[in-house]
């Protein structure tokens, strides 16, 4: 079970962070955070940059970690499991919420 | 013992009831198997000719060959028939009769759960089947959006039929997930470590848990829609708080996954067989591990492509663009990891590689005209037109009908033991694979000029006419080509002679029993150390039957196999199996009681039956207790096991964890729909808050939580020898306190019927009552077997499970309490 647990986390990680974003992005536009100017852009804009750095800060966490002794396994093709996932998890968080650098918001 | 002796004493232990009735009361899985291959090849068979019909409709402008109601009922049933009745069973069908084998152990985790799920699924697909000849069958198409599958336009009982048939039938679905899960995890040879899995049950394990976490929400849309249509609770009427817009989000989170769930499975016939005609081992092992894990995860990302034209903010929307284009590179990578197994081994052209050529070609077309959808302009642009039917059609059909038929040649001579006679199938796959190309490629082009999908006719002066009468022809011949598939192998199981055993040449050990397999599989369970363990040890089979492995001494009337640990593969303990019984069959037809009483608005059944249910449940349950310790058994090969029922992580333990894992994702979908009515829906705030009361919050929150801490002090008491009934007792009490808890809040909430608010408080209400009452069940079935001898310090399995259920019960109860009064205590 740990084992299992191991090789799914960076990727549930990835998962519960896009759902999040999602919703939070839903929250923003009915909540009107696109109305409320900050330095440099907009409250709206500014909580999705900062959930989404604090998501791949987390994702490289994960990795380090996967990769350390204190949290070594036995078997080396989970190891191995584990740490492709990982990077997967990682690419997968910069490209699915890229948009949130690029794409116009509540439009 | 010789090898005749042991298979005859064996098969005597094993074999189900003799003639027909022992199908009613089989539990084995190769009968279980072939019996939901076959109901699955039957409603191929109906949703083929239903496709007929279309086609035969759509040939010619202005036809008039059937009315628009009718056609919306074939439509309808037609992808109803393939999604929910053939894909899925099929793949569950070849599972339950191929993971045993494969991983070297004698039967499936939960064999009366086999034999449950496959009634289900039987009566369920019946139920639509006899709607359908009755001409009151689902006419929404096959995802049923609302407001058009609503109680105001769609008032007959068709609607009703789709929500409540595909319920009954996804039970079947969620049993087998479990089923998968647990076997593929516990129930291996001795030796087989996760790295040494046969690449199929890879790809089985990644399905099953893909269907425990896809299946749920659906069942959550369908509850709510038919809980709108008999009750008027208003989830998807906006002018009462509700969004139609929910639906599409609870179907598509469904949807989406759907598409992997049964290509996976096709993929793992793919990755098993291509090695085998290519003469060599699969390249990338652990790349194409890791790519299914990511496909897995990936696709649960990209339900809102569906949506694309719903009007979704366009940052939403590039979420799930991105997303799309994605989930390409992990299929890429399977992609070249099979062109790669082709390229470094000797391709044989033999039948099963024809349809593995087919599903090449058929799939990459698929898959590239899925990344033009995925991009948002496009698929603004294309959205609801025949392009995106023949899409779906070269994914499902390229990426799920080619490598079945592919895995169909290639493990016939098992099933069988014959071998080929006539070289039918070959002109059977040119027919399939010309006619299904002219089909569909004619419909991407008429598509493209715009004609819409599900129209039952259109004008002459359109133009699309010979290109629709080309794709008519076509498919007729694609039908003819399937027909001959039919004949092939009905010549093939009476007429063809017998083959020799494991005539492919495979690694893999489900060639290493008789074929047609016996009905324990392997007269002794090997050990295993290499992923091809027949290239490891060529005379496997013969020694595996002379009782060179694990259990090879039969022992009276026990169905025995063994459960290992799941990383190392290492023995872990002994499991027994129940018999032959009518048990599921019964419980089956209980279940559908309840669905029927629900279809009818016979509500006055509805009690009588879920009693039925849970009579027979704890019958099922009763049936595995004993009353004496018995301590480690002899497994052979000098390994002393304890029995799996005397320990705290039993298959019951197992089961129970996969089960809370879809109910989990169901409750979560239902927390979802709360927060997306809120923030999304029009017609919020209610006009009217739950009351809330901190009395109710204090005492269902301290109730909930004490049940979980007295029933996890019950099993330490039990383990140290100690008296139970001072922790069981208030356990029991804490869970009633529990129960009075959701029914006050139940009965103190606002009219349910006058605003989604109050409509989706008494679903989480209702849901929280109901897993109060069953852990109130199960904890008063833990006193009697108490008081009843039926534990003790070592047999204790029952202690753990229950204790699992108490603590989901604390943790639904104390966030269905925070979600129902924190809001009237902010606002």
């Given at each position: 079970m740990k084992e299992l647990l191991r090789v799914l986390l960076p990727l549930l990680v990835w998962l519960a962070s896009f759902s999040a974003i999602y919703g939070l992005h839903g929250l923003g536009c009915a909540s009107g955070w696109t109305e409320v100017a900050l330095p440099v852009m907009s409250l709206f804009r500014w909580v999705l940059f900062l959930a989404w750095s604090a998501t791949i800060f987390f994702q490289l966490l994960l990795l380090l970690a996967l990769r350390t002794q204190r949290f070594d396994t036995t078997s080396s093709f989970i190891r191995r499991l584990s740490i492709t996932n990982s990077w997967t998890a990682l690419i997968a968080t910069f490209w699915t919420l890229y948009p949130i650098a690029v794409s116009s918001t509540c439009g | 013992m010789n090898a005749l002796r042991r298979h005859r004493k064996l098969q005597a232990i094993w074999a189900s009831d003799p003639g027909w009735k022992g199908w009613t009361s089989s539990v084995n899985h190769s009968d279980l198997g072939r019996m939901f291959l076959f109901t699955a090849f039957f409603f191929f068979l109906v949703g083929g000719v239903l496709a007929m019909l279309i086609r035969a409709q759509l040939a010619t402008p202005d036809s008039a060959f059937v009315d628009a109601g009718a056609f919306a009922q074939f439509f309808t049933m037609h992808g109803t028939i393939m999604m929910f009745l053939f894909a899925i069973p099929a793949f569950e069908g070849l599972a339950i009769y191929l993971l045993p084998k494969m991983l070297g152990t004698r039967d499936l985790a939960f064999p009366r759960l086999t034999a449950y799920g496959y009634w289900c699924y039987a009566f369920g697909g019946a139920l639509l089947l006899v709607a359908m000849l009755f001409g009151i069958a689902p006419n929404g198409g096959w995802f049923m959006y609302p407001p058009l599958t609503g109680p105001l336009y769609s008032p007959g009982i068709n609607t009703d039929v789709w929500l409540i048939g595909i319920t009954f039938v996804e039970i079947s679905a969620i049993c087998a997930a479990v089923e998968f899960t647990v076997s593929i995890l516990k129930y291996r040879?001795?030796?087989?470590s996760l790295d040494k899995m046969p690449i199929f049950a890879w790809y089985a394990l990644v399905t099953s848990l893909m269907i425990l976490t896809g299946f749920p929400p659906l069942i959550l849309g369908s509850v709510l829609l038919e809980v709108e249509r008999a009750f008027g609770l208003p989830f998807f009427q906006a002018d009462l708080g509700g969004d139609s817009l929910l639906w599409q989000h609870l179907f598509w989170l469904f949807g989406h996954p759907e598409v992997y769930i049964i290509f996976l499975p096709a993929a793992g016939v793919i990755s098993t067989v291509i090695p085998v005609m290519a003469r060599t081992t699969l390249l990338g092992y652990g790349w194409i591990v890791a790519s299914i894990m990511a496909l897995a995860f990936l696709s649960f990302g990209l339900w809102v492509h569906h949506m694309?034209?719903?009007?979704?903010p366009l940052m939403g929307l590039a979420f799930f663009s991105a997303a799309s284009t994605l989930v390409a590179v992990p299929t890429g990578v399977q992609i070249f990891a099979w062109i790669g197994t082709m390229w470094k081994g000797r391709p044989e052209l033999h039948m099963p590689m024809l349809h593995i050529l087919g599903f090449f070609v058929t799939f990459v077309i698929g898959g590239l005209t899925g990344v033009m959808v995925a991009v948002v302009p496009f698929d603004w642009q294309a959205h609801d037109t025949a392009f995106i039917t023949a899409h779906l059609h070269y994914v499902l059909f390229g990426g799920f009908v080619f490598p079945m038929l592919a895995g169909i040649y290639y493990w016939l001579p098992l099933v069988s033991g014959r071998k080929r006679l006539f070289r039918l199938g070959e002109l059977a796959f040119a027919l399939i694979f010309l006619g299904f190309h002219s089909t569909f490629l004619a419909m991407h082009w008429v598509g493209l000029l715009g004609q819409r999908r599900r129209i039952e006719t259109y004008d002459a002066?359109?133009?699309?006419g010979t290109i629709n009468f080309i794709s008519s022809v076509s498919s007729f011949v694609m039908a003819i080509g399937l027909a001959l598939v039919l004949v092939d192998i009905i010549i093939h199981a009476f007429v063809a002679e017998r083959s020799r055993r494991n005539p492919w040449q495979a690694g893999t050990l489900e060639w290493a029993g008789m074929s047609p397999p016996a009905s324990y599989n392997f007269a002794s369970l090997p050990e295993v150390s290499d992923r091809t363990p027949l290239y490891e040890t060529p005379d496997l089979a013969n020694r595996l039957a002379m009782g060179d492995g694990y259990l090879g001494a039969p022992k009276a009337a026990r169905r025995e196999t063994l459960m290992v640990d799941a990383a190392s593969g290492r023995p872990e303990a002994l499991v027994i199996y129940p018999g032959n019984t009518r048990l599921p069959i019964l419980m089956a037809a209980m279940t559908g009681g309840f669905f029927l009483s629900i279809l009818l608005k016979l509500f006055w059944l509805t009690p009588l039956a879920l009693a039925g249910v849970a009579a027979l449940a704890l019958v099922w349950v009763w049936q595995?207790?004993?009353?004496?310790d018995q301590g480690l058994q002899e497994a052979g090969r000098g390994a002393p096991l304890p029995l799996a029922s005397e320990g705290d992580r039993s298959p019951g333990w197992w089961g129970s964890i996969f089960l809370l894992v879809a109910n989990a994702t169901f409750f979560g979908s239902l927390l979802f729909g709360y927060a997306f009515l809120w923030t999304v829906a029009p017609g919020w705030p209610p006009a009217q808050w739950f009351v809330p009361s901190w009395a109710e919050l204090g005492l269902g929150t301290g109730a909930a939580l004490t049940g979980a801490i007295a029933q996890h002090l019950s099993a330490r008491r039990n383990r140290a020898g100690a008296a139970l009934m001072t922790a069981l007792v208030p356990a029991l009490l804490a869970t009633a306190a529990t129960v009075v808890v959701f029914g006050l809040m139940l009965f103190r909430l606002?009219?349910?019927?006058?605003h989604a608010y109050a409509a989706t408080l008494l679903i989480l209400g209702a849901y929280g009552l109901a897993h109060a009452l069953l852990v109130m069940l199960m904890q008063g079935f833990l006193i009697l077997q108490v008081r009843r001898g039926y534990t003790s310090p070592r047999r204790r399995a029952a202690f753990a499970v229950v204790a699992l259920w108490t603590d989901y019960l604390a943790a639904i109860t104390v966030l269905i309490l925070l979600a129902v009064h924190l809001p009237g205590m902010i606002m």
């Open positions: - | 040879a001795p030796g087989m694309f034209t719903t009007g979704i002066e359109s133009g699309w595995l207790g004993a009353r004496a606002p009219p349910p019927d006058g």
